[in-house]
């Protein structure tokens, strides 16, 4: 995601991918649909130490999830901070795991 924008964190990133197709967070690059139709296919958002200001932010990786509400929108997401040694691969799966579990209570079932 470009510099500058509101939501090039890992958790921005996965709730603009699942949110509704025309947004109102002003133009979106280029290369925004390609990367929002990975995102939902992965069901997971990575940043590599880009948080907070868009800026890089050495030895700070993250990746997040979606949290669904009553209607399988996103209404959060779950987002796991790592130093880069750890592979954001697999967090990533475990976020998966346990964003479906929270996701289901938020469903109230």
Same mark, same amino acid.
Request: a neutral charge.
């Given at each position: 995601?470009?510099?500058? &924008?509101?939501?090039?964190? /890992?958790?921005?990133?996965?709730? !603009? %991918?699942?949110? +509704?197709?025309?947004?109102?967070?002003?133009?979106?690059?280029? &290369?925004?649909?390609? $990367? =929002?139709? /990975?995102?939902? +296919?992965?069901?997971? /958002?990575? +940043?590599?130490?880009?948080?907070?200001?868009? $800026?890089?932010? &050495?030895?700070?990786?993250?990746?997040?999830?979606?949290?669904?509400? =009553?209607?399988? /929108?996103? !209404? %959060? %997401?779950?987002c !796991?901070?790592? +130093?880069? %040694?750890?592979?954001? $691969?697999?967090?990533?799966? @475990? =976020?998966?795991?346990?964003?479906? @579990?929270i &996701? @289901? #209570?938020?469903? #109230?079932?």
């Amino acid at each position: 995601m470009t510099p500058g &924008s509101r939501w090039f964190t /890992a958790a921005g990133k996965v709730l !603009v %991918a699942g949110a +509704d197709p025309n947004p109102l967070l002003g133009p979106l690059p280029a &290369s925004w649909l390609q $990367e =929002a139709a /990975a995102i939902r +296919d992965r069901g997971a /958002a990575c +940043d590599l130490e880009e948080v907070m200001t868009g $800026e890089v932010m &050495s030895g700070v990786r993250c990746t997040a999830v979606p949290l669904l509400g =009553a209607d399988c /929108a996103p !209404v %959060a %997401a779950l987002c !796991v901070l790592t +130093d880069p %040694a750890h592979r954001l $691969e697999r967090l990533a799966e @475990v =976020a998966r795991q346990t964003g479906r @579990v929270i &996701s @289901v #209570g938020l469903r #109230g079932r």
